[in-house]
């Protein structure tokens, strides 16, 4: 049973292009979390989808928007990149309602803005 | 691999002692915490959780304890093995209306020394 896959593992961007990053949840999970983990912090929770909407969302500007696919996949774009979005990207898949044990992580996608 | 932090707080233990990562919370209405590890490459991984209503909890070779009076939770890992070298993160779940979001501390990193 494949975990959350998401896609590419590595990217690089110049400052002002725009992004999309790609996730596929674990078998069973239908809810998505989005967190951007910085080098030396702890991740921090971006935005929440389930039922194809945003649900929850954490102090990220608007240039930050996701959606789902009726297959539970999700989609993180970011426009108008900074240099400080340079990050890893986790992806969290949960069955809603469920945390801790519930959330299983991808490896991320390390994004670098140049 | 890559490195997920490269000034946190580090942890130096040798193995086969004993190891204790201390975290610190701010928000006295939290009432569920996890722990998580997260290797160099990889997603966070869930080790042990646990309610306010708790004081201890203990998984295999993993404990955690909770005091509420002054706020601090701890991760106590038996016999320390060089696979248990990695970063670890407290992490508050700020419940089901919430999204069950995960709020992350700054992290340790544990570093086994043959």
């Known amino acids: 049973d494949a975990g959350v896959t998401q896609s590419p593992t590595h990217l690089i961007k110049t400052r002002g292009q725009q992004v999309t990053l790609r996730c596929s949840p674990k078998?069973?999970?239908?809810?998505v979390s989005w967190y951007q983990q910085a080098l030396g912090q702890g991740p921090q929770f971006i935005f929440q989808y389930y039922e194809e909407e945003e649900r929850q969302r954490g102090n990220f500007p608007d240039r930050f928007s996701g959606h789902q696919f009726p297959n539970y996949s999700s989609e993180l774009n970011v426009n108008a990149l900074l240099l400080g979005d340079s990050a890893l990207y986790l992806c969290?898949?949960?069955?809603?309602?469920?945390?801790?044990?519930?959330?299983?992580f991808g490896s991320g996608t390390r994004l670098t803005v140049v | 691999g890559e490195s997920v932090g490269l000034h946190l707080p580090t942890l130096s233990v040798q193995e086969g002692d004993n190891s204790i990562i201390n975290c610190a919370y701010s928000n006295s209405a939290s009432d569920y915490f996890i722990w998580y590890k997260q290797e160099s490459g990889k997603g966070p991984q869930f080790i042990i959780d646990i309610r306010s209503n708790m004081d201890k909890r203990q998984g295999q070779r993993v404990t955690v304890l909770l005091n509420k009076t002054v706020k601090h939770l701890s991760l106590q890992i038996a016999a320390t093995q060089p696979g248990d070298s990695a970063v670890y993160f407290c992490a508050e779940n700020k419940g089901k209306a919430a999204g069950n979001k995960l709020t992350f501390g700054g992290g340790t990193r544990v570093l086994v020394k043959p």
């Open positions: 969290a898949s949960s069955p809603l309602g469920q945390g801790g044990d519930g959330y299983t």
């Open positions: 078998s069973g999970h239908d809810t």
